[in-house]
T-cell receptor
Framework: DAKTTQPPSMDCAEGRAANLPCNHSTISGNEYVYWYRQIHSQGPQYIIHGLKNNETNEMASLIITEDRKSSTLILPHATLRDTAVYYCIVTDNQGGKLIFGQGTELSVKP | EAGVTQSPTHLIKTRGQQATLRCSPISGHTSVYWYQQALGLGLQFLLWYDEGEERNRGNFPPRFSGRQFPNYSSELNVNALELEDSALYLC???????????FGDGTRLSIL
């Protein structure tokens, strides 16, 4: 599975959009981009995933560049409850395992 | 819809003992995954079960084992416990191998 690179930490003002970047320059054609988040003392929560096209659900939007070497997770109106560690993961789903890096610690401030 | 449930929430053992952790997947999910989250090491993949069979395992010694039952629930067994086994053990389930994994809140295993 391809390696991902994320900034270790980011701040965001409550009510503003949070844009979390992820680089995955070695991604293969059959690999998906997944985003999870982990709030302290809880298990990781699935947010969204995509292959090539941009995706949106009730939680977030995922923007994948045309060359697929990077992506951005967008939380349109961040709240204090969105404070968490956000993980970007690239996988072809074949081995069943998700490889978690260090993620981005997002702090949403009032 | 009930999420992934794990029991017990906390477990305290001493070195050399054996621990059994349990996981009930989301209804309808057939794949179960186990991860270890030790302090400072991040989330590490342990095991994947699908339709009762072990499909893949991570880089862990054989004293980490498990099984999946006909109702798709799963057990993780850790034998000959060592201090460094202290960690949060997370279980996840998915509808199929190509579908998103959904996690429980884990079992906190402490080795004294």
């Amino acid at each position: 599975d391809a390696k991902t690179t994320q900034p270790p930490s980011m701040d965001c003002a409550e009510g503003r959009a949070a844009n979390l970047p992820c680089n995955h320059s070695t991604i293969s054609g059959n690999e998906y981009v997944y985003w999870y988040r982990q709030i302290h003392s809880q298990g990781p929560q699935y947010i969204i995933h995509g292959l090539k096209n941009n995706e949106t659900n009730e939680m977030a939007s995922l923007i994948i560049t045309e060359d697929r070497k990077s992506s951005t997770l967008i939380l349109p109106h961040a709240t204090l409850r969105d404070t968490a560690v956000y993980y970007c993961i690239v996988t072809d789903n074949q081995g069943g395992k998700l490889i978690f890096g260090q993620g981005t610690e997002l702090s949403v401030k009032p | 819809e009930a999420g992934v449930t794990q029991s017990p929430t906390h477990l305290i053992k001493t070195r050399g003992q054996q621990a059994t952790l349990r996981c009930s997947p989301i209804s309808g999910h057939t794949s179960v995954y186990w991860y270890q989250q030790a302090l400072g090491l991040g989330l590490q993949f342990l095991l994947w079960y699908d339709e009762g069979e072990e499909r893949n395992r991570g880089n862990f010694p054989p004293r980490f084992s498990g099984r999946q039952f006909p109702n798709y629930s799963s057990e993780l067994n850790v034998n000959a416990l060592e201090l460094e086994d202290s960690a949060l053990y997370l279980c996840a389930s998915s509808l199929d191998v190509g579908q998103p994994q959904h996690f429980g809140d884990g079992t906190r295993l402490s080795i004294l």
